[in-house]
């Protein structure tokens, strides 16, 4: 299987969904069905986008959902677009809401991250590209106009973003009121951004040492920031840390370096964290575990004890032949009310049609200490219900899953798929 590339470590996603779960309805293993709800490169141009690869979030509407694409539009820069469901039609609607340009473009390119809502109804995101320095921005889309217009708050210079921001509202699900403070990681540092009238402010909130990336990250309902550190811990395995901010400052807490065992039993590479309603930290790491040198990745668990953190390894994928209950899982993990635990893997599934034995990755569940692979994608000719899933997953109150595969569709440029119960 491959090792993951800078291009897995950058393309961590905020855990929202998974913080989401205490609201959402048990997601039962039985009776799902699948169905694309869009594939990309549909329209002309490409303006509905190619190579998705962040979460869609929807934060307002349960039936109106936001998505980026690192391509499309006109000029093959990424885009941002709109997926509406029509409950009276049953059928999905993609519009897009803006195309990016190519080049050195003052607005960026190459938008790779979830969007955050606001109150308002404006999105705000990242791109890893373009600005001023050519190094990436942040961006707001203010929508409240008929054609939407996109404004820079903030251009990245010495390094590159990683793609996701977050803010403390979205621990119990709130939509971001557009004021309070907005966080995310640009090279070793995780950094805050705060509105001063009509200006945005950049701030170093903490800085990791030199090599030590940080990336997925999360708040808890009491504040505290969690995320995943690639390159980082005692190994240079990854890890997983808390900050903690008081009198002033932000402390670190390293609660798990990875590759801690042998051969990196353990794991290595780990996903952005997601929490149950008890406070206990669920994830994935992209490659280690058991099974093979290398290979293919960890469901892990990591527990409060009162004095420091649990863990535990939960689950080594590639443990059927072929790789059936699949292998190298992308992103962060979706915690339903009863604490199952839904994701994806990037490859393996048994479908091995295009990819040199690697499989088009699968979509699973993790409960009561069972692992279901509820979908096994590239079982279409030419891959058309989707490959490589990517990201997370979101679900909404009646229990229907969304996810994106980064290639396959009609035109193999990408989709966002539905799980329904």
């Known amino acids: 299987m491959r090792r993951p590339g800078q291009l897995f470590i950058r393309t961590q996603m905020i855990a929202l969904a998974a913080l989401l779960a205490a609201a959402l309805a048990p997601l039962t293993a039985h009776a799902w069905t699948y169905k694309i709800a869009h594939s990309f490169c549909s329209l002309r141009f ?14 307002a509407d349960p039936s109106d959902y936001f998505g980026t694409t690192v391509g499309g539009g006109p000029y093959k820069a990424g885009s941002i677009y709109e997926l509406r469901y029509n409950a009276l039609k049953d059928h999905w609607k993609a519009k897009s809401l803006y195309t990016f340009c190519e080049s050195v473009c003052p607005q960026g390119y190459l938008p790779e991250g979830t969007l955050v809502e606001d109150v308002q109804g404006d999105l705000y995101g ?75 402010v950049y701030s170093a909130a903490y800085t990791f040492p030199v090599g030590e990336v940080p990336y997925g990250l999360v708040f808890d309902v009491a504040g505290n920031l969690f995320g995943a550190l690639g390159g980082g811990g005692d190994y240079g395995k990854g890890a997983i840390f808390k900050l903690t901010f008081s009198e002033g400052q932000w402390t670190p807490n390293i609660l798990h370096s990875f590759c801690a065992r ?26 280690g575990g058991t099974r093979e040198k290398g290979c293919c990745g960890t469901i892990f668990e990591l527990t409060p004890n009162g004095t420091g953190w649990d863990f535990v390894n939960i689950y080594n994928f590639c443990a059927l032949r072929d790789c059936k209950d699949g292998a190298n899982p992308s992103g962060p993990l979706l915690i339903d009310g009863t604490g199952s635990l839904f994701g994806v893997t990037r490859f393996g599934g048994g479908h091995d049609n295009d990819s040199g034995n690697e499989g088009g990755g699968t979509l699973f569940q993790w409960s009561a200490g069972t692992l279901t692979t509820l979908y ?32 396959g569709g009609s035109s193999n440029s990408g989709t966002v798929f539905e799980l329904s119960p």
């Open 46 to 59: 490409c303006v509905d986008g190619d190579d998705p690869r962040a979460t869609p979030s929807a934060v």
């Open 126 to 200: 990242t791109t890893f590209a373009g600005g001023s320095n050519n190094q990436g921005v942040i961006f707001e889309l203010d929508r409240s106009a008929r054609k939407p217009e996109l404004r820079v708050l903030y251009n990245f210079a010495g390094t590159y973003p990683e793609p996701d921001l977050t803010y403390a509202g979205a621990a119990n699900g709130a939509p971001y009121d557009g004021s309070s403070p907005l966080y995310g990681a640009d090279g070793n540092v995780v950094y805050e951004l705060t509105r001063n009238g009509s200006e945005w």
């Open 262 to 287: 042998k051969g990196c039993a353990d794991g290595q590479y780990p996903s952005a964290p997601a929490f149950d309603s008890a406070g206990n930290i669920f994830g994935v790491t992209y490659s």
């Open 376 to 407: 096994r994608f590239c079982s279409r000719h030419f891959c058309q219900d989707g490959e490589y899933p990517t990201g997370g997953l979101r679900a909404d109150a009646a229990g229907h899953i969304l996810g994106v595969t980064e290639a």
